[in-house]
């Protein structure tokens, strides 16, 4: 169960509502320039150094945080299961890069571990 808030105080805005009220605000160049400067760097990272996958993970996320923005401007409510299914995907995507590039950093940060 969720804890709420004292009377008088405004409950925290959860990370995900707070996202997509971002992603709502963002103008249409911002959204594209996420996306293709997001999935470029991205697969740049991996074709050329891929022991910086975390660093591309990264790049995978801010490029579905794109994807899904331009979804949301263009489609507010989905008339479509193909545009749920993107929404659904970029949202999965974005995730998973968020997740996978966090671990990744942490690795990093964590430096090599001795055998035992």
């Known amino acids: 169960?969720?804890?709420?808030?004292p009377p008088g105080e405004p409950r925290p805005?959860?990370?995900t509502e707070a996202v997509a009220r971002?992603?709502?605000?963002?103008?249409?160049?911002?959204?594209a320039a996420a996306a293709l400067?997001?999935?470029?760097?991205a697969a740049a990272v991996?074709?050329?150094?891929?022991?910086?996958?975390?660093?591309a993970a990264l790049s995978i996320a801010v490029a579905a945080f794109g994807i899904w923005g331009t979804l949301e401007r263009h489609y507010p409510r989905p008339h479509s299961l193909l545009v749920?299914?993107?929404?659904?995907?970029?949202?999965?995507?974005?995730?998973a890069g968020v997740v996978v590039g966090a671990l990744g950093l942490l690795f990093w940060l964590l430096g090599p571990a001795p055998i035992l």
């Open 46 to 55: 991996l074709l050329l150094d891929w022991h910086w996958w975390p660093a």
């Open 1 to 5: 169960m969720p804890a709420s808030a």
């Open 37 to 41: 400067l997001g999935a470029g760097t």
């Open 84 to 95: 749920r299914a993107a929404k659904g995907a970029a949202v999965a995507l974005g995730a």
């Open 13 to 15: 805005e959860p990370i």
């Open 22 to 31: 971002w992603a709502r605000l963002a103008s249409t160049r911002l959204l």
